[in-house]
DNA sequence: GTATTTGCAAAGTGTTTGCAGAATA
DNA sequence: TATTCTGCAAACACTTTGCAAATAC
């Protein structure tokens, strides 16, 4: 039987051009930032690639994504470690790293009392950073 | 001076409308389900109405809105007592109100220590709920 | 009577899909 | 050589905007 293989994934320039860029942002970018960032720099990659790439990447757990207020999907690349939460800046974009144990462990709580199977939790912190509000007001 | 006045709003029908319906709905809804709901009822209003409406609803706080996995915007009216956390059911849409207190002290902590201002968070449980589970596997 | 609201049609956004040609293994 | 991948163009779904007619105050 074929089963639901670990889908046979070649090694193309375009994806590790993807990793790369993804690599070399420290905050959360969206496929459209990525992708304007590849065409700049020489290394040329169709949007539909990324968009692909990038799906690729979170199915395989080594992105982790936010959505800005807009609803667009924001990616980071991921550490070791898994599952992380971040505190965002609303105007710049950086992001922080946070510590949500807490809220791990109340999810599942909730999880466990509810009746609800399957339980996931999304939590997402926003704000302005020093830098942003030491400049503009 | 005209500052910025809290924009006048005029009674109409439509947004009665679709504030009733918004009452009724027990659940998570988007615009486009309101909308197609109120076609159903004999009190029809134009799509873009709606969207108006609930982003007036939105603004001035009476609705809380959530986004699903697709990105596409859910209203449900709010309570008195303002900011409510849900825990969602991914099947059916139905919602239960779960308490987050440990979640708000939390981000109040973070906002805090961390530097950054203006901090909001989001919170989103989802899972499957009880009826689900027995019903369609 | 005046300013706001409605609602249609059209534009706009981010994202996905179809498919022929190119590239990998 | 057999599959997978790429990338353009077109399709999609949700949401917003322009504008003339209708409506609330």
């Not at 293989?5 to 994806?15: A, D, E, F, L």
């Not at 040329?44 to 959505?67: C, E």
Request: hydrophobic share 35%; net charge positive.
């Amino acid at each position: 039987m074929t089963g639901t293989g670990p889908s046979p994934t070649r090694n193309t320039p375009q994806r590790a051009a993807v990793l790369r860029a993804l690599g070399s942002c420290p905050d959360f970018v969206s496929a459209q930032m990525l992708h304007a960032r590849l065409v700049t720099a020489d290394c040329a990659v169709g949007l539909t690639t990324v968009y692909r790439a990038l799906r690729q990447l979170q199915a395989a757990g080594r992105v982790d994504v936010v959505r800005d207020e807009t609803g667009e999907r924001l990616y980071r690349r991921r550490g070791a470690q898994g599952h992380q939460h971040y505190l965002l800046c609303r105007r710049c974009g950086r992001s922080r790293p946070v510590d949500a144990g807490v809220v791990e462990r109340w999810a599942e709580q909730v999880a466990e009392t509810s009746g609800y199977a399957e339980v996931e939790h999304t939590v997402e912190l926003t704000g302005v950073c020093g830098r942003c509000r030491a400049t503009a007001r």
